[in-house]
């Protein structure tokens, strides 16, 4: 052995120790993670589109072109009542006026009383044309009397012509 060897050295210092290490921050940083991964995942996937209805014509409309297919004599008296519906509805949705249940008679008087109040302006053509339309409608109704193509067509003319005249713009008006 050589002189070197049999020298004593001193010893190495101590190495430190890691410190334990912050428990609480490694679970702020994961918390912090979920929580935006969780806000990127509604914001992206679960939010809600904006739906935009039909508005209160294009409804009517289209379920006036689905009844057609009912204008044949065998369907008659369900194409006037469907077709009376439609109408109906379209009014109580368009103008906000109860017409579902009412008698045709009761929902014109209603019309003449209070077309100031709620500024309906129909033509004295619509409303002659709607009452003559409805009350065909209700003879089909409750007095089975059966109306032929002509009456049919002149129901759906009538009720299309109405919609399309009081059909509302884009700014809620006429």
Not at 37 to 62: D, G, M, N, Q, Y
Request: glycine share 4%; aromatic share 10%.
């Amino acid at each position: 052995m050589n002189q070197e060897q049999l020298q004593l050295r001193d010893i190495h210092p101590p190495l430190p120790l890691p410190e334990d290490p912050n428990y609480l921050l490694f679970a702020l940083v994961i918390l912090v993670f979920l929580i935006m991964a969780a806000l990127f995942f509604w914001f992206f996937r679960l939010r809600k589109k904006a739906v935009i209805l039909p508005s209160a014509h294009e409804t009517a409309l289209e379920d006036l072109k689905r009844a057609r297919s009912r204008m044949n004599g065998e369907e008659a008296l369900s194409y006037a009542q469907e077709v009376s519906d439609i109408l109906r509805r379209y009014i109580e949705n368009r103008f906000h006026i109860q017409t579902t249940r009412q008698t045709t008679k009761e929902f014109f008087g209603h019309l003449t009383d209070n077309l100031g109040v709620r500024q309906i302006t129909f033509s004295e053509k619509h409303r002659n044309s709607l009452r003559e339309c409805l009350n065909q409608c209700d003879m089909a109704k409750f007095a089975r009397c059966t109306p032929d193509l002509n009456g049919m067509k002149k129901m759906e003319t009538a009720i299309g012509d109405f919609i399309e005249s009081t059909r509302e713009t884009r700014d809620g008006g006429r």
